[in-house]
């Protein structure tokens, strides 16, 4: 039964693997429709459940989508974003700079239990008090990205009043009397999204996601104002990187 399972998985591997090279040699162009069940079922010499189970995997990646009672599509070809890692204008500020219709959803503001990564940079100590202010990014409607930022009451003592309305965190630090900021770490990696964090993207379960770990400093006086966490889809666009 298990050499069953077995076989059955490395001939969705090779389906898999397949479709992922039409896509590379672009034999497969964007938003192409992909041949039906029974086409790829004969064509591999395989069982249907094979065959689904291997476009459900290019599905759960965000390589494939479904169109009810119409079959299964390739990916539409990536939008590309200009993103630049700076900690001296606002994300908002830089999209609209390079023309994005970008919109903003404040999804979230709640305290967070201690954690040692975050309460170091934050120069925080055991007891205070650290919020996660969260946000959700659309370009042109779609879900781009969540803005975690996480801000200690010690700095902001409204801060839990203040942030279930703030949509731009460097606006609200503006109002504060804050005018430069910079940063001096950023961190690249990746993750792939919890059950409420596809639901606010949009996206599957294995879709990978960008994440990028800053922090945001006053330029004059050198205190550290928030620690961000920003998770980018990967699935729907291209992100052209470049450091300021």
Not at 35 to 63: F, H
Not at 136 to 159: D, K, M, Q, W
Not at 237 to 244: A, G, K, L, P, W
């Amino acid at each position: 039964m298990e050499g069953d399972e077995t076989i059955s998985t490395e001939k969705e591997n090779v389906i898999v693997d397949d479709i992922m090279r039409q896509i590379a040699n672009q034999t497969l162009k964007p938003g192409t429709k992909l041949p039906s069940e029974y086409v790829l079922v004969e064509k591999y010499r395989v069982p249907r459940m094979t065959v689904r189970n291997a476009l459900m995997k290019l599905e759960e990646q965000g390589i494939v989508y479904s169109k009810q009672g119409k079959g299964r599509y390739l990916k539409e070809e990536s939008k590309h974003i200009d993103l630049h890692l700076t900690g001296k204008i606002s994300f908002t500020d830089k999209m609209k700079q390079l023309g994005y219709d970008l919109t903003t959803k404040n999804v979230y503001c709640e305290e967070i239990p201690f954690d040692a990564k975050i309460y170091r940079i934050l120069q925080a100590v055991e007891g205070d008090t650290i919020f996660k202010i969260g946000r959700l990014r659309y370009i042109n409607g779609e879900p781009v990205a969540i803005h975690n930022s996480f801000v200690s009451e010690t700095n902001f003592p409204v801060i839990g009043k203040d942030g279930p309305a703030i949509e731009s965190m460097f606006a609200y630090y503006r109002q504060l009397g804050y005018e430069e900021f910079s940063s001096n770490k950023t961190l690249l990696s990746t993750t792939f999204p919890t059950v409420f964090e596809q639901e606010l993207l949009a996206c599957k379960s294995m879709v990978p996601l960008i994440v990028v770990e800053s922090n945001c400093i006053d330029g004059k006086s050198e205190k550290v104002l928030e620690y961000t966490k920003i998770l980018y889809r990967s699935d729907k666009f291209q992100y052209d990187i470049t450091m300021d």
